[in-house]
């Protein structure tokens, strides 16, 4: 526990952290306090002041009601709105400021929907006391900075423990959201759940199934995207919760032989996930250098292995196979990036990724012809930049001589695909002749016979390369006088 001197010190700390946003902090305090209103900066821009994190958000709350909370906002900022008036919160600018405010609250449950039942309440402390983890759970009151902390959430911070400030079984009972926070914080900041919060957990996983997939899906993303997921997916493994919100990560946990002829697949996912991370680019690089943190390549890195479950086979000989798991992957990837409601962009593309992810394997030595290397390139289209990170990353062999060769394999196959598209256009390869071309040479109008020649000649482009205008003319020609059915219907 922290000591008098060590909390004023993390104290000023904190309070320089937020040097730069002081005089809002002070200008709306004093807004607030000239109506007879209290209001305090809460939760995670609180948090974060203390482990000298600086906050994208400034969350405020207040005893004042939404309409007094919007006549004072009006008189400050130059723009408000409604963020959710039944919920209590109000949110207005002044130039590049935003701010949220935020009536205090006293939630209760409906214990079926998960949707919260308004009740304002009157205290601060109050407020407090319903919020989801102690860290959480710290504010500091407006416009004089004092520092109001009921539930200990310094001392939980300084030790870096998630601990609920009610009973978790209330806590998580009242929200069963609040446990994919747990292990989205255990990612995000680095803290581990305290043997309780643990316990109600595991007893409680089954409960996830009551919120949506939604929401469930928002608390997964950010987790993904934190530094280091792991350790936050690690946690939905080991307490049950993944059984629910992500059932085919726990799946991976194959039973491993005697003789180990096959990897830990659980294990092995999360090494990907990892080294996939470590060859995003910065956040200010161009896309082609996949800026992290990126969804669909981390996606994809979690989710490679997930039709090996389905796929293994133990060979004659003592040999384990997963033929065709890349195929049954992409579906299964697909399928529950869908119930998670992902958009279909995501959907799209982390499935497509996860389907192509072996496809380098058949490389070998450099055997593939220019045909095959375009074909690589077209198959993955924009996503080849994340397919070459997702391809480096899924080497986690412990043979230092074989990683090493697969690296060089890559980096001559990369080699081979930038030669290529230096000398063809790879990345925007199109038949020698368009569709219009292509009707006025079989003398066709549009429709399904086009798009046959058209896909004809594309096969052509990747096999040969560029043909020019005349040869692909004469080799189309050729093709239609072979085809069973010439008429334009």
């Known amino acids: 526990m922290p000591t008098a001197d060590a909390t004023t010190e993390l104290f000023a700390r904190a309070v320089t952290r937020l040097t730069p946003v002081m005089p809002l902090l002070r200008e709306l305090g004093e807004a607030f306090a000239e109506r007879g209103h209290e209001l305090a900066l809460v939760g995670g821009p609180v948090r974060d002041a203390f482990l000298g994190r600086t906050s994208p958000d400034l969350d405020f709350t207040t005893d004042a009601r939404p309409g007094a909370t919007e006549r004072i906002l009006r008189g400050w900022g130059d723009a408000h709105w409604d963020m959710g008036r039944d919920f209590g919160t109000i949110g207005a600018s002044r130039g590049d400021t935003r701010v949220e405010v935020t009536t205090y609250r006293a939630d209760a449950y409906d214990g079926v929907t998960r949707k919260p039942v308004v009740a304002f309440g009157d205290s601060l402390e109050e407020d407090l006391s319903r919020r989801d983890f102690t860290i959480n759970a710290m504010a500091l009151r407006l416009p004089d900075l004092h520092f109001v902390d009921p539930h200990g959430g310094l001392v939980d911070l300084a030790a870096r423990v998630l601990r609920t400030p009610s009973p978790p079984e209330v806590s998580f009972g009242d929200d069963p959201l609040r446990m994919m926070r747990a292990a989205r914080?255990?990612?995000?900041?680095?803290?581990?759940?305290?043997?309780?919060?643990?316990?109600?957990?595991?007893?409680?996983?089954?409960?996830?199934?009551?919120?949506?997939?939604?929401?469930?899906?928002?608390?997964?993303?950010?987790?993904?995207?934190?530094?280091?997921?792991?350790?936050?997916?690690?946690?939905?493994?080991?307490?049950?919760?993944?059984?629910?919100?992500?059932?085919?990560?726990?799946?991976?946990?194959?039973?491993?032989?005697?003789?180990?002829?096959?990897?830990?697949?659980?294990?092995?996912?999360?090494?990907?996930l990892e080294q996939a991370i470590a060859l995003e680019g910065a956040p200010s690089d161009p896309p082609e250098a996949v800026p992290g943190p990126d969804l669909w390549l981390r996606l994809a890195a979690l989710l490679h292995d997930i039709g090996k479950p389905a796929t293994r086979r133990f060979e004659p000989g003592g040999g384990v196979s997963f033929h065709h798991h890349e195929v049954v992957g992409a579906k299964l990837t697909a399928k529950r990036l869908r119930a998670l409601r992902y958009d279909k962009e995501t959907v799209k593309a982390v499935s497509r990724l996860v389907e192509l992810h072996l496809r380098f394997h058949g490389y070998g030595e450099g055997q593939w012809t220019d045909s095959a290397v375009r074909r690589y390139v077209t198959d993955a289209g924009p996503l080849l930049p994340r397919l070459h990170r997702l391809t480096r990353a899924d080497c986690t062999t412990r043979n230092h001589r074989k990683a090493a060769r697969?690296?060089?394999?890559?980096?001559?196959?990369?080699?081979?695909?930038?030669?290529?598209?230096?000398?063809?256009?790879?990345?925007?390869?199109?038949?020698?002749?368009?569709?219009?071309?292509?009707?006025?040479?079989?003398?066709?109008?549009?429709?399904?016979?086009?798009g046959r020649a058209y896909r004809f000649l594309l096969g052509l482009r990747l096999d040969e390369g560029p043909l020019g205008e005349e040869e692909a003319e004469r080799r189309l020609r050729a093709w239609w006088a072979e085809q069973p059915e010439t008429s334009p219907s």
């Open 185 to 272: 914080f255990a990612a995000q900041l680095g803290v581990h759940v305290s043997a309780g919060t643990h316990e109600a957990m595991t007893a409680m996983a089954a409960s996830i199934e009551k919120v949506s997939a939604e929401r469930v899906r928002e608390e997964l993303t950010k987790l993904l995207l934190a530094d280091t997921p792991a350790p936050g997916l690690e946690l939905l493994v080991e307490t049950g919760l993944a059984a629910y919100a992500l059932p085919e990560l726990p799946a991976l946990r194959l039973e491993i032989d005697e003789h180990h002829r096959h990897k830990d697949v659980y294990a092995h996912s999360l090494t990907v």
């Open 406 to 450: 697969l690296a060089r394999t890559y980096d001559a196959l990369e080699s081979r695909i930038a030669d290529l598209q230096a000398k063809e256009e790879l990345a925007a390869v199109r038949p020698d002749l368009d569709g219009n071309r292509i009707g006025e040479i079989l003398g066709v109008p549009p429709g399904p016979v086009i």
